[in-house]
């Protein structure tokens, strides 16, 4: 700001000097050294004006992607960027303003920490879930595999921290509670490696301990399913309800005459549950442990809970593995946008995770979040919509699905003139 200053001033006065020796040439023609000095200012003021605008957005652009102020030397930097010095655009500038471990401490974590409890509340502690998003998005790794990758992220060794548990959150809480970078103090590895897991029963982060927590425990484990449209098609159920599909694996628990009306079934339970049944199927061998508070995962054993309330309906479909089928490959939910050149149909939740991960509305549903995080609004109008299809298409292309990307596009489409 300092050298600003100092350039301004070095110009007006040159500007000066060179008005007072055109004025001396014009004495007496007061209209011409009115438009001299006029025409002087213009010529000094408006590149000022011009740049010291540019500063102003790469100064927004910077609160907005990581919620602080950007130190001097990065303001300069962001501003030559926005300035198209070197050939650099306002992206590249987003990229700079990621630079900062307060898009990854704060940003990213109050991104990430609503997906991992049933309130989605942002205030909780850090924990595998929320570490394991902020890494992948760091680390530019495909976004799409979210859901299915043998992957999760710890602190750093040397920190003092205790060993990542698959019983307790100690070591994400004094992670966050020590006040380090998540930037700089995370590191990958695989779910396998620091847990009992076997390849089979890892989905991403569908399987860290704080999703089982919350999303496997107790019921059905629909409940893992439900959320995970929720957090990551951006659908609930109601909105993906469809009652002209078969109803052939819906469990045994849901009633066919609620209230002894049949007609409830088949105009409303059977939207919901036609769908998301076979789906949920995947998870057929997880569970949680709220005694010992971790994961199970039972390979070749459907856990108990998928015969709860079977008294219900005892000619409905009775869980034998953990085969899924996608039922909305058909219908109206073909405009959730599968991936057709994949199957329809497979075993375990990683895979059931791809299916989901590979969609359009899996896409949209990250960038949506992206806008809403940087703009501090939701999508509105039909240049906010282009916007979000262009960037979607973008994020997809060539199976990058890289998130910093999609931050970076958003938040300078909402950074303003």
């Not at 011009?50 to 501003?79: C, F, I, N, Y």
């Not at 924990?127 to 299915?148: E, K, Q």
């Amino acid at each position: 700001m300092l050298r600003t200053l100092l350039l301004t001033g070095l110009l007006l006065v040159n500007c000066f000097l060179k008005m007072r020796r055109s004025i001396a040439r014009v004495r007496g023609r007061s209209g011409r050294s009115r438009w001299l000095r006029a025409a002087c200012l213009i010529t000094v003021l408006w590149p000022v004006v011009a740049w010291s605008g540019a500063m102003e957005q790469a100064k927004r652009l910077h609160e907005r992607l990581a919620g602080v102020p950007p130190t001097e030397t990065v303001l300069l930097d962001m501003t030559n960027d926005i300035n198209g010095v070197g050939g650099r655009t306002a992206v590249d500038a987003a990229f700079t303003a990621m630079e900062s471990s307060a898009f990854y401490d704060v940003t990213l974590k109050n991104f990430a920490a609503p997906w991992t409890n049933r309130d989605q509340d942002v205030f909780v502690p850090l924990n595998d879930y929320t570490a394991t998003v902020i890494g992948m998005i760091r680390d530019d790794v495909p976004f799409n595999t979210l859901l299915s990758a043998d992957i999760v992220y710890t602190g750093a060794g040397g920190l003092g921290l205790p060993a990542y548990s698959m019983t307790n959150n100690q070591h994400y809480e004094q992670l966050e509670q020590s006040g380090l970078s998540l930037k700089d103090n995370l590191v990958q590895t695989a779910q396998t490696a620091v847990t009992d897991l076997p390849p089979g029963g890892v989905a991403g982060v569908m399987t860290t301990r704080a999703a089982a927590q919350a999303f496997f425990i107790a019921g059905t484990n629909r409940a893992m399913f439900r959320f995970t449209m929720i957090n990551h098609l951006c659908n609930d159920m109601e909105q993906v309800k469809d009652i002209t599909l078969a109803s052939d694996r819906i469990r045994q628990d849901v009633s066919r005459s609620p209230g002894g009306d049949s007609r409830i079934f088949l105009n409303n339970c059977i939207g919901c549950h036609t769908g998301m049944d076979p789906l949920a199927q995947a998870y057929a061998y997880h569970d949680y442990d709220d005694t010992v508070g971790r994961i199970i995962y039972t390979p070749g054993q459907v856990r108990p809970k998928y015969f709860n309330n079977a008294d219900n309906f005892r000619p409905g479909f009775e869980t034998p593995d953990d085969s899924w089928a996608n039922y909305w490959r058909q219908g109206q939910n073909q405009l959730l946008g599968w991936d057709t050149s994949r199957p329809a149909a497979g075993s375990g939740a990683a895979s059931m995770g791809a299916e989901l991960a590979n969609s359009t509305a899996f896409a949209q549903c990250q960038v949506k979040k992206a806008f809403r995080a940087v703009c501090f609004r939701a999508p509105s109008d039909a240049a906010d919509r282009n916007k979000i299809d262009q960037v979607t298409a973008a994020f997809r292309a060539g199976g990058a699905y890289r998130m910093k990307q999609v931050f970076a596009e958003t938040a300078v489409y909402c950074m303003g003139p």
